[in-house]
């Protein structure tokens, strides 16, 4: 397929969180003929536990391990800049026009019309969202409400190891 990836940022930039994937989106990766190269740029931490904010105590431990011989594939984390300079590198920049926010979306018979904040707009005949929180693609697909908060938050820290003393789980 040739596709065109839209990102709102005017660059990409060493700086922001990390993504992770889990073995389906890894697998998607294997395919593109980037196993290595992800391994290479990714980590595989052997392990995921989410803890209570207030106690500390664990409420979801997952085994990366024993779900990549399940699943077929690892658990990968990646900073994001590594994962898109990796995504890059197989799609070649050509394949992304930075500084495009997208504000509408219109289906057309065969098509689907995108219209972003610098007045360009693009027609193509699929469109895959991944435009976050408020998303436009969504607002299209499963309608117009608002997201609904059910008492969660979840926060990233980065803290660094020789803090831990020996408490990973």
């Given amino acids: 397929f040739n596709c065109t990836v839209f990102e709102q940022a005017p660059e990409?930039?060493?700086l922001g969180a990390g993504i992770n994937f889990a073995p389906?989106?890894?697998r998607v990766f294997r395919a593109m003929g980037l196993g290595e190269e992800m391994l290479r740029v990714g980590v595989k931490p052997r392990l995921r536990s989410n803890r209570k904010w207030d106690t500390g105590e664990p409420f979801f431990k997952s085994d990366n391990i024993a779900n990549a011989e399940k699943?077929?594939?690892e658990y990968v984390a990646f900073h994001r800049a590594d994962l898109h300079?990796?995504?890059v590198g197989a799609a070649g920049l050509e394949t992304f026009q930075l500084g495009k926010r997208l504000t509408k979306l219109v289906p057309c018979d065969s098509s689907v019309e995108l219209y972003f904040s610098d007045g360009t707009s693009s027609a193509f005949d699929a469109v895959v969202g991944a435009d976050g929180l408020n998303s436009i693609v969504r607002q299209h697909t499963?309608?117009?409400d608002e997201p609904r908060y059910f008492g969660h938050v979840a926060y990233r820290a980065i803290v660094p190891t020789e803090k831990l003393k020996g408490k990973i789980e």
């Fill in 142 to 144: 499963t309608g117009t």
């Fill in 71 to 73: 699943y077929g594939s």
């Fill in 85 to 87: 300079n990796m995504l």
């Fill in 12 to 14: 990409f930039l060493r």
């Fill in 24 to 26: 389906n989106g890894t």
